[in-house]
């Protein structure tokens, strides 16, 4: 979980696989109830060195990103930490107001706010973690039919018609979770997550958590093929690591949360996912998974899916100064006998308050359309954007940014787009807890 403020320097390049960690304190303490910069990922403390370990595990904090996900250990890590006894108390806040405007017949133009408010209170248990997370969404404010983004489909404004050529809101609580470790030998642990709502163990991070899109306030069009399962309602994850890797399954409410985004939903866990993680070097975290959706998509009752996800991310300081991060992404989802695939490439270069982002994406689409007969189409989006951010107070800086987005349709349908390439703007501000 991606967490500005709390910068924690990435482990030196020539550490071992996963150096074990003291869990007694789990970071080095000051005084109590007081916010400090977190330190870095070895530190003094009383004489001996203290290590800043994951949740899940005995490897550097740096590696978890959201729910159980892994992203490299050379990603930036950051937020505001507070210690009480102990518990370690770290917290992130991003909220951004966006003019956004999409071309062509489909399109639209909306003003809204986005973002999200982030917690996390960690404290040892035994050889282990335990760790209580939440975090929520302005998104409900922005009404149930979401803001314009064009060749984006999923979930419903009102219940009986699919957004189409819309982005949904997320609901209000995004994740209220809790889960516990143990260290099983000196690179090896196991771990049990529950969230109501939560992310079961499938693909790559969400796209809001990812380093090489983070800072773009646009949802991918690959969303439902590669990580739309991050707010599922009803979700308990069991995993086992093993030095660099890691192996977990979950069990979880597998349908999509309906069009009343400010409450908590209940259903069956009936779906299953598992996943398989490597990260080979510190730079480099790989992922393969699979997963049974039962009766996933309100308008589309008793319809099951299968989808299979794989992933790369990368992420490294390649001058002083200076920090990129990148992700390659695939996701099938397979549906009545249809295959249908997404991809998308994204990277992100950070150096003295700017941050430059762009993605390029490309899925196979049978939702374009209304009605459950249409045809699958191949359409694309190339989109880049910049941002800069200015400190204005102890631990907040206000954002200034904006991106363009260039889309791709085929012949078929143009007519209904007014071009083949149609674009998209947004305009954005934004304020970030520091």
Known sequence: MQMPGMTMPAPPKNSPPNEPATKQPAVPTGH???????????????????????????YPMQRESSGTAWQPDSSGHTGLMIMSGDWMLMGHGVLDLVYDRQSGRR??????ASGMLMGMAQRPLGDGTLQFKAMLSPDPLMGPNGYP????????????????????????????????????????????????????????????????????????ITHHWLDSTHVSFGVVTAGAILGRFKVEASRFNGREPDQHRWNIETGPLDSTSVRLSWNPTRTLAFQGSWAHLVDPEELEPGVDQKRLSASALWADDIAPGWHAAATLAWGRKSVEGHDDDGVALEGSLKHSGWAVFGRGEWIENRELIQGQDSPSYRVGKLSIGAVRDFPIAGHLALGIGGLFSLNFVPDALSPLYGSRTPTGMMGFARLKLD
């Open 149 to 220: 983004l064009l060749l984006a489909t999923g979930e419903t404004a009102n219940g009986r018609t699919r957004l189409i050529d819309r982005q949904h809101p997320h609901d209000l609580f995004m994740e209220l979770s809790a889960s516990a470790s143990q260290d099983i030998g000196k690179y090896g642990s196991i771990f049990v997550y529950g969230g109501l709502p939560g992310e079961p163990a499938f693909g790559p991070p969400a796209f809001m958590h990812r380093e090489s899109i983070m800072d773009s306030p646009e949802a991918p």
């Open 107 to 112: 399109g639209d133009d909306k003003a809204f």
């Open 32 to 58: 109590e109830g007081m916010a400090m910069p977190m330190q870095p990922a070895s530190a003094a403390h009383g004489g001996a060195t203290m290590a800043m370990t994951g949740a899940f595990g005995p």
